[in-house]
């Protein structure tokens, strides 16, 4: 890959990973596009982001969670924070630091609690389950 794409994955990871929530949920929110060229570079770009920094990664899921108004974001996270979960080679759990293991314990039990949503409900309770069997 030349330097120039590096530098592009670069930025857009920091754009991602960075403070603000918008292009996070933004990229999450299009993961569930219909064309499959714009769904397999964002997949990548997601991937990038969860090699170069699980936690945050993470992190920001769980924010989306908590705190997107959009329903349709909020499903989209639970069920990728399920995948990054699930015990195969892409498990993130183990290479999470205590800290983030912990405020995503908590986080998940607050956003059951919190959400209207039934369906949403049901996939955070979902994630809860794995996560509780990844102990």
């Known amino acids: 890959m030349d330097p120039e794409s590096t530098q592009l994955q670069q930025a857009l990871i920091a754009s991602f990973l960075g403070p603000d929530p918008e292009p996070f949920e933004s990229l999450i929110s299009h993961l569930m596009s219909s064309s499959n060229e714009q769904r397999s570079h964002l997949e990548l770009l997601f991937n990038l982001c969860k090699q170069s920094d ?37 498990c993130l759990w183990p290479r999470l630091s205590a800290s983030t293991q912990s405020s995503l314990k908590s986080i998940l039990l607050q956003c059951i609690q919190g959400e209207d949503a039934k369906t949403i409900s049901k996939k955070l309770c979902d994630t809860v389950a794995i996560g509780y069997f990844l102990q």
Request: zero cysteines.
């Open 54 to 90: 699980p936690n945050l990664l993470s992190l920001k899921l769980a924010q989306i969670l908590q705190f997107s108004p959009r329903l349709e974001a909020r499903a989209t996270a639970a069920i990728l924070l399920r995948k990054q979960l699930t015990r195969d080679d892409s």
